[in-house]
């Protein structure tokens, strides 16, 4: 028996026409690719793409960028508003070479010659309830404001305040959400007070029981100013929720890292030398 598989085994070597190699079948193989050390996790490949669809509508960038100035412009006109002492004026015809301004901390005389003299408020409970309560609502007007332009500010997408990840993402649209809702509130608030006084001192101008020699109060610079600021606010706070309903509808896919596990190289085929013939 051993003779004969002997036999067979010499046959099979000599055999040029039939036999092959083991060198000469290797190279047939397709090579394995050589496993990398060190390297779990596959980033995708992003082409130079950014990874928000934010960055590639300049529409929202516009609306963001807009929402944000309006709200920092109308913030400095309530900040002017509140400081200010010419919330109304008065000027007589007796006194032609002065005029009078009440403002919520402080009354002033003016003289033509250019001094201005100003005392502030004595005593608050004896203030006028409408001068009381444009002091209360001023001064949360000017608080949600601020907030409101703290919370926009970061939230926009110019502003590289996140690493670019889902969560991030929506962490930044709740945030420029938040600022524009209290954009608005402050907006609402600011309007309160300066249209009441301007409502109060329409009334009291026309108010026929006055005798008509008496001098009456009349509109002040402060109140356009509060006006314009009240505007600028509610237009910021729409601008960035439209922002925000705008990004939403987006069809944003943001590539995600998926983990891939390691791949163990295979060990490569190697034929029997009967599957040679």
């Known amino acids: 028996m051993g003779g004969v598989l002997l036999g067979r085994v010499t046959a099979l070597q000599t055999s040029n026409s039939k036999c092959f190699t083991l060198k000469q079948l290797l190279p047939s193989l397709p090579p394995h690719p050589a496993p990398q050390r060190g390297k779990e996790w596959d980033e995708p490949e992003t082409n130079g793409e950014t990874r928000s669809c934010a960055f590639m509508e300049p529409s929202i960038r516009a609306l963001e960028l807009l929402g944000v100035l309006f709200s920092g412009g109308g913030w400095l006109c309530t900040l002017a508003t509140t400081l200010m002492s010419t919330w109304r004026t008065l000027s007589t015809d007796l006194l032609p070479a002065e005029s009078y301004e009440l403002g919520l901390w402080e009354t002033c005389v003016v003289q033509d010659v250019g001094t201005l003299e100003c005392r502030p408020y004595g005593s608050l409970l004896g203030l006028p309830p409408e001068i009381r309560l444009a002091r209360i609502l001023m001064c949360v007007t000017l608080f949600a404001g601020l907030l409101a332009l703290l919370l926009a500010v970061p939230g926009i997408q110019v502003v590289n305040s996140c690493a670019g990840r889902l969560e991030d993402l929506r962490c930044k649209r709740a945030m420029k959400m938040a600022g524009g809702a209290l954009c608005l509130v402050a907006g609402v608030l600011g309007l309160i007070p300066v249209s009441y006084i301007a409502h109060l001192t329409v009334l009291r101008y026309f108010d026929e029981s006055m005798p008509e ?23 910021a706070g729409t601008l960035l929720l439209t922002s925000c309903w705008c990004l939403q509808r987006e069809n944003c896919n943001s590539p995600v890292p998926v983990p891939l596990a390691r791949v163990q190289p295979e060990p490569p085929f190697i034929r029997s030398r009967s599957e040679y013939v």
């Open 213 to 235: 020699l008496l001098p009456r109060w009349e509109f002040g610079d402060a109140l356009f100013c509060g006006w314009t600021a009240g505007v600028l606010h509610l237009v």
